[in-house]
């Protein structure tokens, strides 16, 4: 059974950085890198929306807001994504989830306050 598990998150200030993991068990690493690997978040009474993608071949997308600051990575031998966010903003706050084929892990939450 593939699960994922979030790591990282926690109380930063405006401006501030914080690097999240997400580790897939479940799987092994060869079937893991076929796979586009994905971050979303969901902040107070919002829907859960897509910041950044990964592709099997490393290629990199995210939404604007976020460009620029957040950097997505994988290393497919320790079946693991990081997103390292950098010049954190207020409305970075949210609940952030990795996915990976369909599967979502339970989130780590991230709070931008000064």
């Known amino acids: 059974q593939v699960q994922l598990v979030e790591s990282g998150g926690g109380l930063v200030q405006p401006g501030g950085s914080l690097r999240l993991s997400c580790k897939v068990s479940?799987?092994?690493?060869?079937?893991?890198?076929?796979?586009?690997m994905n971050w979303y978040r969901q902040a107070p009474g919002k829907q859960r929306e897509f910041i950044a993608s990964i592709s099997k071949y490393g290629g990199t997308d995210y939404i604007d807001s976020v460009k620029g600051r957040f950097t997505i990575s994988r290393l497919n031998t320790e079946r693991t994504m990081d997103l390292q966010m950098d010049s954190l903003q207020l409305d970075d706050t949210a609940v952030y989830f990795c996915?990976?084929?369909?599967?979502w892990g339970q989130g780590t939450q991230v709070t931008v306050s000064s």
């Open positions: 479940g799987v092994m690493w060869r079937q893991f890198s076929t796979y586009d």
């Open positions: 996915n990976y084929n369909d599967v």
